[in-house]
């Protein structure tokens, strides 16, 4: 059994996230969120800044947060850290990879998401991996290959930044047509942990349900 922590910034609903954990889930590996604030507490006011903290137009994230975050990641003591990025929080994602990669240097760190799929060759400066469309199949092979002690260059949809500083770049595998073969997104509060001011909580699930969007801009 392989371990994973997904990282959520600024996004609760995170439903790329919680497919993925079904799906590790199911194929027998343990995963865990770690919900770094809700989008509730994008506009709060910008608290007195400090040395480690990040502070956006918009949103931040204070020193207090991000240590808790790291001693959520030691106690889990995972062997791959995920992180959903948003267009919108790329900054925030950019700093907190750079803080993880200082603090965990022998984790490997994967970015995942529509920002990932539409800007790959800007993502992959910053990660370990990413991944490439839908990503439930690549996390299951992610998992099944650290558990045998394989590497990820023959994972598709994948890019990976080698030691020497190469890329390698997997072919996307075909979508499933039939999203009925998709796992049920986990909403148990097991597992998840919502970070937000001086404090960590296990987070409550949503009782709501989609596939794609969670907004209906086009009609």
């Not at 770094?36 to 480690?52: D, G, M, S, V, W």
């Not at 502070?55 to 062997?79: A, C, M, R, S, W």
């Not at 907190?96 to 984790?107: A, C, D, G, I, K």
């Not at 979508?175 to 998840?192: G, H, T, V, W």
Request: glycine fraction near 6%.
């Amino acid at each position: 059994m392989a371990k994973v922590v997904f990282i959520s910034t600024f996004n609760e609903c995170c439903k790329g996230i919680r497919y993925l954990m079904s799906a590790a889930r199911l194929a027998g590996h343990e995963a865990h969120t770690i919900l770094l604030k809700t989008f509730a507490e994008c506009r709060q006011p910008i608290p007195p800044r400090n040395n480690e903290g990040y502070y956006g137009e918009l949103f931040h994230v204070t020193e207090e947060e991000l240590h808790l975050t790291f001693n959520q990641i030691k106690t889990v003591n995972p062997d791959i850290i995920g992180i959903s990025v948003f267009s919108h929080y790329h900054g925030v994602c950019k700093w907190l990879t750079r803080h993880l990669h200082r603090e965990f240097p022998n984790l490997p760190i994967l970015w995942g998401g529509v920002d990932v799929t539409y800007n790959p060759d800007v993502a992959i400066q910053y990660a370990d991996l990413i991944c490439i469309s839908d990503g439930e199949g690549p996390m299951v092979d992610i998992l099944n290959a650290i558990q045998k002690g394989d590497d990820f260059s023959e994972i598709d949809n994948l890019w990976v930044r080698n030691k020497d500083g190469s890329i390698s770049k997997r072919p996307l595998r075909p979508l499933d047509k039939d999203i009925s073969n998709l796992p049920i997104p986990a909403y148990s509060p097991e597992n998840f942990w919502e970070i937000r001011g001086s404090s960590i909580k296990p987070f409550a699930p949503s009782e709501t349900s989609w596939r794609s969007a969670a907004a209906a801009c086009i009609k």
